[in-house]
């Protein structure tokens, strides 16, 4: 399995921007899609984004759309979230997840590798 580390996480207020990082171990031909998820207290956990690694492709959660944006540096083996505008329903512990498979709906079934999480808090 992929190991995955997640950095970038903070307190913010609302209207305020952070970048999440995703540091992979090493990036293989069967890891074809890295997704971001996110999980508040009480509530399950969500996908935000995915890209897949080899195109590029993007897939965004509609409560995200044109407010959030995915990335890669694949000479890092790294995936970035770039969070502008966030809102208090933003906060959230956030995930990201390796999969070997292509990742059409932002499915958290389908990832079998993840990082520890970083913390997002945006207040009002």
């Known amino acids: 399995q992929v190991q995955l580390v997640e950095s970038g996480g903070g307190s913010v207020q609302a209207g305020g921007s952070l970048r999440l990082s995703c540091a992979a171990s090493a990036y293989t031909s069967s890891r074809k899609s890295i997704g971001w998820f996110r999980q508040a207290p009480g509530k399950e956990r969500e996908g ?5 690694t080899g195109s590029g492709l993007t897939l965004y959660a509609d409560s995200v759309k044109g407010r959030f944006t995915i990335s890669q540096d694949n000479a890092k083996n ?22 070997p498979l292509y990742d059409y ?8 590798s993840w990082g520890q999480g970083t913390q997002v808090t945006v207040s009002s």
């Open 48 to 52: 935000v984004a995915r890209i897949f």
């Open 78 to 99: 790294t995936v970035y979230l770039q969070m502008n505008s966030l809102k208090p329903e933003d906060s959230a512990m956030y995930y990201c997840a390796a999969a």
């Open 105 to 112: 709906s932002l499915n958290p079934a389908a990832y079998n």
